[in-house]
């Protein structure tokens, strides 16, 4: 019997996957290489379902006899491992970005005198349609809450963007660009305290209350899919943490980032910074732990955000409080700075990385703001936000349009700062088909 290897994300499965392993299938014994989410986020977004869920579908289809792990994009590994007589793939994939993967596809299987078989594309399939179909349905709590720990262990880092509202939640959800064959996208959205404040016209002082974070939240758990970090300030008293954990899990967020200052909170970027006292160890790790016991799921996420190169107690302290946090259960760690410089962070990352316990390290690159995200992952990062960007490049946009009316005494000159009217009636489609 001969052996035949089909590569596969298997994500949404189609007609054109059944056709494929139905071809295959007449060659002889089908081996499906099922990528896992490491390989897939490695060139696009991570998959609706887990590995897991997709490999057992896949199991059950008619014609496959057995199905192995891909761990990346590359089919090289699997291949050398098993040596199949023959490799299925539909011919779409001998132009464009998979080209190169294709040539080596053929270089490596001349080596067993293996065959390359290109099944004719299935017409009629897009899989961007069928995704912007599972964008429409939605997701569930559940889903959204657990993803972005499948995303921590899938990518090298985690990219998350700051959202304020509905429409800014959409941009987070939907923006992308495409450099060499890769699409690069954000995972997800930050609710951050500073611009949910500054956009209702208060100062991030704590002063805006829960209810009304959850208003802001409901606007963007409305547009989106996509995993939800909630800046959730000090967490306040731990009496009152455990209802915000309470909340927000049952909304679907995936994690709250609670700061280890106490007294009135001021945002950590202030140039004064005088004032704010940070929290003691055992107070702040208590509220930490308050907040995991009430906790209705391991999924939610509860990182504890350490403000010592903030409040000048330094490194030392930093890292004492991490082990600490950690003890108490966190279950991340966020360590921020405005420097404007990334030496300070490295410095923990590095002393980060010789903890004997560690668990996923979250930066907020502001002011050091010319870091790479591939510097950041090279020192262990796991997760970067990027925190008030849409907020803070809307503002001089509106500001400028507003004041060319008044200067012009009329709108004419202000239209060309502007998206054109139909673009705006449209961009947002009406539900009713
Ligand atoms: C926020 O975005 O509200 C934050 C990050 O907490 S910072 O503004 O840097 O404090
Ligand atoms: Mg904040």
Known sequence: MKTVYIAMSADIIHTGHLNIIQQAAKLGEVVV???TDEAVASYKRLPFLCFQDRKTIV??????SKVIAQETLDYIPNLEKIKPDYVVHGDDWKVGVQAKVRQSVVDTLAKWNGELVEPKYTPGISSTKLNNAIREIGTTPEIRMKRLGRLINAKKIVRILEAHNGLSGLIAENVFVEKNGVKYEFDGMWLSSLTDSISKGKPDIECV?????????????????????????????????VFMVRSLERLGVSAVIIEDKIGLKK???????QGQLQDDIEHFSDKISCGKNARVTDDFMIIARIESLITGAGQKDAITRAKAYIDAGADGIMIHSKKSE??????????????NKTVPLVVVPSTYCQVTEEQL????????????????SAY?????????????????????????????VTLIPNGVK
């Open 342 to 355: 990334p030496d300070e962070i490295f410095e923990f990352c590095r002393d980060y990385e010789k903890l």
């Open 33 to 35: 290489g099922v990528l």
């Open 209 to 241: 209350d829960l209810t009304s974070r959850i208003s802001t939240l409901n606007h963007i758990l409305e547009t989106t899919t996509k995993p939800i970090i909630y800046d959730g300030d000090s967490g306040g008293l731990a009496e009152h943490f």
């Open 267 to 273: 945002n950590s970027l202030l140039n004064t910074g």
């Open 59 to 64: 199991e059950n289809i008619v014609g496959v």
């Open 396 to 424: 001089p946009a509106m500001m400028n349009t507003a004041k060319l009316i008044l200067a012009s005494q009329r709108a004419k000159e202000a239209e060309q700062l502007c998206m054109s009217i139909k673009d705006i």
């Open 377 to 392: 992952a090279d020192f262990g990062v796991n997760v970067v936000i990027y925190a008030n960007h849409l907020l803070r």
